[in-house]
């Protein structure tokens, strides 16, 4: 790794503050969380910030908490490893739990925040996907207020979002949801471990006794320039009694809404072909469990 230029380093103590320090010095500031990928950015890929702003000293970022509404609010400084190991995320999204926990190794995962994961906008990111499905809501912040935007209107593309410079995401909340929701993310790595996903998928759906779904959403990941919603094999399912046929035929149908990219991981083609088989799986294992459950899978990781 490469020693990265000198640059000016700020620990603001409050959000108003840290706002205020990308406002006054103009362009060429970063926010820093965990560093996960701010610190590879500069000295792997040639980032050169001029400034740094830390957010961990700013109090009231990091924390789950469940609002009297039913809502559940995440901290954007939240560690992934403190969602994949909070109970009540584990109850209540099992899924969202398995993508923080799919994430590098527990070294990064122990660092690297959600915010982060969300703000740094990778394609491929894991927490995406399962945020997008469940409609969570991201606050952000600045010096001249707050607002509130839909996680799935976040993204803009690789990298890009739709906060300006001297935005800080604050906070993501998960809707109120049916006590009948299920869902399932999965990551199609071939290494299992340390690898970014080649195709990521979430699915989620209420799933009535006679297993009639609703409010089915799709989510792929790393198959386009942002996560996005496979609105065309969500209507396959929704409102009808799950089988394997549908699940198939939704799997199909989300295979042609993924416009993937060849590169150095993987074929358009073959991600498309993955996008089907997962997307299948996932609806499947949402109703059923998987068969072997993520916490038994995640042994074998890092
Ligand atoms: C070895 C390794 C393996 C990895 N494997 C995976 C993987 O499997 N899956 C995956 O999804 N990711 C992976 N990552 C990427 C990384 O760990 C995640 O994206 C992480 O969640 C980023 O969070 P962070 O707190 O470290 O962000 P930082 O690096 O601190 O910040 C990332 C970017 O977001 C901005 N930012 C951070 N927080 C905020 C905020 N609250 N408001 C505004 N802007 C903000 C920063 O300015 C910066 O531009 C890996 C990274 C490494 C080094």
Do not use: H
């Amino acid at each position: 790794m490469k020693r990265t230029e000198a640059f000016d380093f700020y620990q603001p103590a409050t959000l108003q503050e840290a706002s205020q320090l990308l406002k006054d010095n103009g362009p060429g500031g970063r926010f820093l969380a965990g560093g996960t990928d701010l610190v590879i950015a500069m000295k792997e890929k040639g980032l050169l910030p001029k400034y740094i702003v830390d957010l961990k000293r700013v109090p009231g970022l990091s924390g789950i908490r469940e609002n009297s509404d039913g809502s559940i609010a995440i901290g954007a400084l939240t560690t992934l490893y403190t969602i994949e190991t909070s109970a009540l995320i584990k109850k209540k999204y099992p899924f969202l739990a398995q993508s923080a926990a799919e994430v590098g190794s527990i070294q990064i995962r122990n660092r690297a925040t959600i915010g982060g994961n969300i703000s740094n906008a990778s394609p491929s990111a894991d927490t995406s996907p399962a945020l997008v499905a469940l409609g969570v809501t991201a606050t952000i912040a600045s010096a001249s207020g707050e607002r509130k935007i839909p996680v799935e209107e976040f993204f803009k593309g690789p990298g890009q979002s739709v906060m300006n410079a001297d935005e800080i995401l604050t906070e993501i909340t998960i809707p109120k949801t049916a006590a009948n929701l299920v869902g399932e993310y999965i990551k199609f790595s071939p290494r299992e471990m340390m690898d970014l996903a080649y195709v990521g998928v979430a699915a989620v759906y209420n799933l009535a006794a006679d297993k009639k779904c609703t409010g089915v959403r799709i989510v792929l990941g790393a198959v386009a320039p942002t996560p996005i919603r496979a609105k065309r094999a969500e209507a396959v399912l929704e409102g009808q009694i799950l089988s394997e046929a549908l699940a198939e035929k939704a799997g199909q149908t989300a295979a042609e809404e993924a416009k993937p990219i060849s590169d150095v991981r993987s074929s358009a083609d073959y991600r498309r072909a993955m996008v089907g088989t997962m997307t299948k799986r996932a609806l499947l294992n949402a109703a059923t469990g998987p068969a072997k459950s993520w916490y038994d899978r995640r042994d074998r990781r890092y």
